[in-house]
Every structure is written in C-alpha cells, then in structure tokens.
C-alpha cells in the first residue's frame, strides 16, 4: 500500500483511502455516460488498490485457509448440534424472505 501512498492496513483504511479519493459529484458520471478523466483516476487508484491489498494478504490468507481445514471436520463434529440449528435457522428466514417477496409482489 505504501507504494501507492497510502498508510492503511485495515479494510477500513483503505476504504477510506479510496472513498478519499472520489472526484465530485459533478465529476462522477451517470450509467451509460463516458466517465470524465477524474472519475477514471479515481477507479484506476481504487483497482490498484483492491490488487495491492490482494497481493500483501495473498501468504497470509492461504496460510489461514490450509490451517482452517486442517481442523474443519472436528469442528464440525464437536458443534453439530449448534450447526444443525443454525441451518434449520436459515432455512426458516428464507422461507420468512419469500413469504415477504409474494407479499410484496402486489404491491
């Protein structure tokens, strides 16, 4: 990040190192509308940033994955009951969900 002038660590960091990047409003062009040179700069920085903050995570973020799955199937086992609920859960808020969307539908 440092390379592209930027101190931020955290997500937060350098969501506000892009959104302090944003031209004005009247420089952010509509759907459909060519984007002016301010509004392409500021989506170049954002994108180079989403591939800096990618490529510094990258070890890190397989090192967690390879370490996860190491120790998925006896979570798994030891929390089943919790787990079980948690997707009968689920199940009983996307049934509530497409109850609201025929609902609405009329509306």
């Known amino acids: 990040m440092a390379a592209l002038g930027v101190e931020g660590k955290t997500p937060y960091e350098l969501y506000s190192a892009v959104e302090g990047r944003l031209p004005p409003r009247s420089d952010i062009p509509l759907p459909g509308e060519p984007a002016t040179p301010q509004w392409a700069a500021s989506v170049g920085f954002g994108q180079r940033m989403a591939s800096a903050d990618q490529t510094c995570r990258e070890v890190v973020y397989q090192t967690g994955v390879v370490l996860v799955a190491e120790r998925l199937d006896e979570f798994e086992q030891e929390h ?19 109850s609201y969307r025929q609902e609405t539908a009329s509306l």
């Open 80 to 98: 089943a009951a919790a787990l079980q609920r948690l997707q009968e859960q689920w199940q009983q808020l996307e049934a509530q969900a497409a």
